[in-house]
């Protein structure tokens, strides 16, 4: 039985040294965002450029994610990690030495939270595609949430320290005490053994990478649902950053050590909605009943927000908010690293965090303007009726298939047996496959045909069609393109054990006398671009290593 503990996963040594750093990471993290946000007080800043701390801090994930998430499956992340954890300790340093030079203003901080934004929105994917490297699945669950803990331990401590501190040591030092923060975790992940090996063999280069990174979210259906309800969520739980410097700084006055305590209590419900609430919920409703659970929290905690101003009330509202971010937040993430095959997990997961804090960097930018036009109040009941709308369309669109995912790897053989092998970047390859489908069967061979087609678009095809002869009805004829034929042998070792499952339904349709017959032909032909270049295809430059008929093909009347 999967163990529901909170704690579980931290069993693991790896995953426990990889943590603690994370959490050390993430404290200096938040305490930069706090110091931040006085800074911008501190320089009379308006209500919008206040807003636009979450947006500068949230667009480099929009922007930097994709590519970094296809990086971190082709470089060892370990070193992707460091280089990060440094960049941003640079930046932290470059912010230090304009405070001490009082050349800083509302514009150059903007710049500089950015810039450190891009050092976390490179090193994110890693971090989350490092988890499944070093967790079993049984500790996956866990791992996710204490990840989730993780994030509210740092947001409790590095507000609180910094509300604290700032007074003490004033902006410059806080600011130089974190960049030497940085490097000191820096050094602590690289004690660590590289977390995976890359084989060499097959492996794709980073535009390659990127390219099938968008062609598997466009054609993976479980994905795009769960791609949709993180940019739901991400856009009405953006209204908590966006909008709560704005009420405790320019609305209630708050001092620097009161800001800091409404900072840590969202922290304090996302900790409680880690460790309380969602074991206890997991063991009791689905996933998706979670998520409709926080949505509903979230739009509770946003109007009430509208017609409070106590210091006690807002710490409140923002520690339910907290709570639901732990709980959307955690089931989506879980549900998303349960249906990603390992060959493309980070780049997945870029895709979650870009989508996520894209959504957060445009409803940054929607709340703050609304502030600026509309006001605070009305502003916050329109994110309330959001988050309702954003309620029912989770009952449309649930994410319970998750839990039964099978997405370990189950490579298909076709026992190709060629007399003549390409090389690995001779292409474009045509593979065929001829069905013989008995007239009782062909509606359900029809229907799991649209999902073998599927799964061979997401893992590296492109045009791919199902015909029926005119002249023998029941004779089916599956034909797709692979830019390579090293792709081409990718696109088999990454099938899963849900698509191997699909294509064997599908194959033992067949009633002929022998097996579907398999066919393999590699163009001569030149080929610059492919048809749909950008998101299925590729460029290419260099015509066939093989001395060849204008086609070759080879037949193969086997597979499994």
């Known amino acids: 039985m999967r163990s529901t503990s909170t704690w579980f996963a931290l069993r693991n040594p790896v995953f426990c040294r990889v943590w603690f750093a994370s959490l050390l990471a993430g404290t200096v993290v938040s305490a930069q965002d706090m110091t931040a946000a006085w800074l911008m007080h501190d320089l009379n ?26 990086i ?32 800083v203003n509302a514009r150059s901080l903007l710049a500089c939270i950015f810039a450190l934004g891009i050092g976390l929105a490179l090193g994110a994917p890693a971090w989350g595609a490092v988890v499944p490297d070093v967790v079993g699945n049984d500790e996956l ?23 604290l501190l700032l007074p003490l040591l004033q902006a410059e030092l806080l600011i130089s005490l974190n960049a030497v923060a940085f490097v000191i975790v820096a050094l602590v992940m690289l004690q660590l053994r590289p977390f995976k090996e ?3 063999e097959l492996r794709e280069n980073v535009t390659e990478s990127f390219i099938s990174s968008l062609r598997y979210a466009r054609n993976s259906r479980r994905m795009k649902i769960i791609l949709f309800r993180n940019i739901i969520f991400s856009l009405v739980i953006s209204i908590v950053p966006a909008l709560l410097p704005v009420i405790a ?10 800001l800091g305590l409404v900072f840590t209590s969202v922290a304090v419900g996302s900790l409680a909605g880690a460790v309380i609430a969602l074991p206890y919920l997991r063991r009791r409703i689905s996933a998706n009943a979670i998520t409709s659970i926080a949505m509903a929290i979230v739009a509770v905690a946003v109007l009430a927000m509208a017609f409070i101003r106590q210091v006690p009330a807002l710490m409140a509202c923002a520690a339910l908010a907290g709570l639901a971010w732990a709980l959307a937040g955690s089931e989506i993430w879980v549900a998303g690293q349960r249906v990603m095959p390992a060959w493309v997990r980070g780049r997945m997961s870029a895709f979650l965090i870009m989508l996520g804090q894209g959504s957060m960097a445009v409803g940054a930018v929607f709340w703050g303007m609304g502030v600026a036009h509309a006001g ?10 959001i988050a309702l709308v954003g309620l029912a369309l ?3 669109f649930s994410i319970n298939f998750a839990a039964e995912a099978s997405v370990e790897e189950a490579p298909l053989d076709h026992l190709h047996g060629l007399s003549m092998v390409p090389k690995p970047d001779d292409g474009p390859i045509r593979i065929t496959i001829e069905y013989v489908i008995a007239n009782d069967h062909r509606e359900r061979f029809r229907v799991l045909m649209q999902e073998v087609q599927a799964t061979f678009r997401r893992n590296g095809a492109f045009q791919c069609g199902l015909d029926e002869s005119l002249d023998q009805p029941g004779l089916f004829h599956l034909e797709y393109q692979v830019s390579t034929w090293a792709e081409h042998l990718r696109q088999n070792s990454r099938m899963t054990i849900d698509e191997s499952r699909v294509f064997s339904m599908a194959w033992n349709l067949h009633s002929g006398d022998s097996p579907p017959i398999v ?16 998101i299925s295809g590729r460029t290419f430059a260099d015509t066939s290593s093989l001395s060849s008929p204008n086609l070759i093909a080879i037949s193969s009347a086997s597979a499994s």
Do not use: Y
């Open 376 to 385: 605070l109040n009305v502003t916050l009941a329109a994110a309330a009726a």
């Open 394 to 396: 989770g009952h449309r």
């Open 72 to 103: 971190a499956d082709i470089v060892n992340r370990r070193l992707v990690i460091v280089s990060a954890i440094l960049w941003q300790g640079a930046c932290a340093a470059l912010l230090a030495l304009g405070a001490w030079t009082s050349l």
């Open 519 to 534: 066919r393999h032909f590699l163009s001569t032909q030149r080929f610059m671009q492919l048809p749909g270049f950008g």
């Open 198 to 200: 890359h084989p060499t």
């Open 141 to 163: 669950p866990s791992a996710v949430t204490l990840g989730g803990v993780q994030i509210n331990l740092s947001g409790i401590v590095g507000p609180s320290l910094g509300g």
């Open 249 to 258: 700084l320019k609305e209630m006055e708050c001092s620097a050590t009161q």
């Open 45 to 70: 800043a308006s209500p919008l450029f206040l807003s636009l701390l979450a947006t500068a801090s949230s667009a480099p994930f929009f922007l930097f994610t994709l590519p970094a998430g296809a």
